[in-house]
């Protein structure tokens, strides 16, 4: 579940990128990867202020920018962007489609964005305990989850320290449950990492665009290089443990071993054959051409899925006879 830099930011595609800048974030800048709910409006206007277009939560001592978007009725979706990104970077060409029909609650986490950092280390245990008290605030008591990265993870570790929050989950790049499933040169260069690595990216340019304490740069990069190299992972019991139907999207030259994500698939109740059996609660894409960072960028197909996922009927399977 490692977090990586991303590919997108405020509309500046990775194709634009002079190539070494590129590969220095891909082999340096790779970060560890690793939402029917009542009316929210008014619990919205009891804890939020506006903030650049979106609102802010006081959440386990963190004043958290969150935004809502779309039609406040039904089961709402919410969004996780992935490492040193934030919403509009990760999600902005997605959001406006999704939100035409479902309501949307993005969130920036601790550091990211337009949310400030607070004396404490970034762990995906906090951050999804962070994400869970936000959604208690909200009075959501259900909904679906989709994550890109970093927040990809941070979504498995919701599903599996509050499952009664999640409906439907989807994991979007690098999709991981262990640090055995990366690539090991992937760790060897994030050890080499440095926030001087970033001057001139759309990444750190967005960051101090946006960021209320501008400054904070460096400390980023030193959590998430602490988050990276520390994290242990999820037991194969806790991804079982997660019985919500689970959507993975890898790309086919993403910063996961492809066999590690069957697996993953696997614990999560997929490889089955459907045919005989019924679909599976959860699916896999691999999208071709696609690397982790460029993932993001692959909208028509995230839009052509996504939402048909998250909107499908519950499956049910049946015992092969």
């Not at 979706?77 to 919403?87: C, P």
């Not at 698939?265 to 679909?279: C, I, N, T, Y």
Request: net charge positive; charged share 20%; proline share 7%.
């Amino acid at each position: 579940m490692k977090t990586t830099t991303n590919a997108l930011v405020l509309g500046c595609a990775v194709d634009t990128m002079e190539p070494r800048t590129l590969l220095r974030f891909v082999v340096l800048g790779i970060a560890a990867a690793m939402l029917v709910v009542a009316p929210i409006a008014s619990a919205q206007q009891r804890i939020g202020r506006r903030g650049s277009g979106g609102r802010y939560a006081f959440v386990n001592g963190l004043k958290m920018y969150y935004e809502v978007r779309g039609p406040q009725r039904g089961r709402p979706i919410v969004f996780l962007h992935g490492a040193f990104s934030n919403i509009e970077s990760d999600f902005g060409k997605i959001l406006p489609t999704i939100a035409k029909t479902r309501q949307v609650i993005a969130i920036e986490q601790q550091g990211h964005g337009r949310t400030a950092d607070i004396d404490r280390p970034l762990t995906y245990e906090q951050m999804a305990d962070d994400v869970a008290e936000l959604l208690r605030q909200l009075r959501i008591t259900n909904a679906d989850f989709v994550g890109y990265s970093m927040g990809g993870g941070i979504a498995m570790y919701v599903a599996v320290r509050h499952p009664e929050l999640v409906h439907k989950l989807v994991f979007a790049g690098g999709a991981s449950y262990d640090p055995d499933g990366f690539y090991p040169a992937l760790l060897e260069g994030e050890k080499k990492m440095t926030p001087d690595a970033f001057v001139g990216t759309p990444w750190l340019r967005t960051y101090q665009r946006i960021a209320p304490n501008k400054g904070d740069w460096p400390k980023l990069v030193e959590k998430i290089k602490f988050l990276d190299l520390n994290w242990r992972g999820l037991s194969e019991d806790q991804v079982r443990s997660i019985k919500v139907p689970t959507m993975l999207i890898v790309g086919d030259a993403d910063v996961v071993r492809p066999e590690h994500v069957v697996k993953m698939f696997q614990l999560l109740g997929g490889g089955v054959p459907g045919d005989l059996v019924g679909l599976p609660r959860s699916r896999l894409a691999v999208l071709p051409a696609t690397t982790h960072v460029t993932l993001i960028t692959r909208t028509a197909w995230l839009l052509s899925m996504i939402p048909e996922f998250l909107d499908a009927p519950m499956p049910v399977q049946k015992s092969p006879k």
